[in-house]
């Protein structure tokens, strides 16, 4: 587990979008155009919502931006799971507890820009 992962125990996926993946990205920009796209995930659950990560911008807003190149569903506490390294986001996917709609290859690269 990454030192950052042991960090994210206990934040809500707003927390994880708003005070960790933002800032990240802010950080290293570069990083983010590298992957030149827009992700929309759809976190269902308590402490659910809609969260836009634009990495042509780079940026995270709340709600859609009606422009996702990939689209990721999954429940709030599976996304904890997975950023938080303690479930693996394509045995979530295999499972069905994690769905992608739009560009597959995509989603395969998110591990790089979510997890640092």
Known sequence: MSADAST???L???QIFEEKIGPRLLADPA???SV???YQFDITG???GTWTVDLTAPAVT???SGKANCTITVSAKDFVDIIGEKL???MAFLQGRLKVAG???LALKLGTILKG
Do not use: R, V
């Open 31 to 33: 990083k983010a155009k």
């Open 62 to 64: 709340s709600g859609s």
């Open 8 to 10: 994210l125990t206990g």
């Open 12 to 14: 809500t996926p707003k």
């Open 88 to 90: 693996n986001a394509q």
């Open 46 to 48: 308590d402490e659910g």
């Open 103 to 105: 560009d597959m290859s």
């Open 36 to 38: 030149n796209a827009i």
